[in-house]
């Protein structure tokens, strides 16, 4: 059975930072890209970031750019997420995703609040 | 980016109704990396349909995808109670995942 399991999560103030990392099993984890994916509190899907299945390909959403960096750990079969220069509007419940043709597992979601 | 819109934003049905949800891309699809996914409130989001087309792993046969280009379709042929929910369609291009604004199913 395929398990994605996001930590990390919770309240941050502006202009901090903070780590989410995502631990996966029931699949060979270096064979897959993976994404993340965010949803603003009452709001739409937004995807955030992915990795190629050996970290040599990245990709980032334009509003992340510079900030966020995506990497994995396949010895550890997990992932990460490392978010700076935190911004009200980055508050979100974050997934991490099993990505190829489309998304196909996906975490429960952790919430990030960025907040004064 | 392409940008992906979804219509209607809401959809008022019965259990039993055909439910047709649309999504509209800005520019040429590639069919590969057209999917759509259903979410409920407070749950991560479900793969439906990937490549257009093709039924994820465990969907029922009432669930259909279709479309090509800049048009596709979800469709529900008779919506259940349990299918009351917000949809989203799904796109890869110009290296990067687009999401359209989702539409709400409910009664």
Do not use: H
């Not at chain 1, 919770?10 to 064979?31: A, E, H, W």
């Not at chain 2, 990937?50 to 379709?73: H, L, N, V, W």
């Amino acid at each position: 059975e395929v398990q994605l399991v996001e930590s990390g999560g919770g309240l941050v103030q502006p202009g901090g930072s903070l780590r989410l990392s995502c631990g996966t099993s029931g699949f060979t984890f270096k064979d897959y890209w993976m994404s993340w994916v965010r949803q603003a509190p009452g709001q739409g899907l937004e995807w955030v970031a992915n990795i190629k299945g050996d970290g040599g390909e990245k990709y980032y959403v334009d509003s992340v750019k510079g900030r966020f960096t995506v990497s994995r750990d396949n010895a550890k079969n997990s992932l990460s997420l490392q978010m700076n220069s935190l911004r009200v509007e980055d508050t979100a419940v974050y997934y991490c995703a099993r990505d190829g043709s489309a998304l196909y597992y996906w975490g429960q979601g952790i919430p990030v609040t960025v907040s004064s | 980016e392409i940008v992906l819109t979804q219509s209607p934003g809401t959809l008022s049905l019965s259990p039993g109704d055909r439910a047709t949800l649309s999504c509209r891309a800005s520019e040429n699809v590639n069919s590969k990396y057209l999917a759509w996914y259903q979410q409920k409130p407070g749950q991560a989001p479900r793969l439906l349909i990937y490549g257009a087309s093709s039924r994820a792993t465990g969907i029922p046969d009432r669930f259909s995808g279709s479309g090509s280009g800049t048009d596709f379709t979800l469709t529900i042929s008779r919506l259940e109670p349990e299918d009351f929910a917000v949809y989203y369609c799904q796109q890869w291009g110009n290296s990067q995942w687009t999401f359209g604004q989702g539409t709400k199913v409910e009664i």
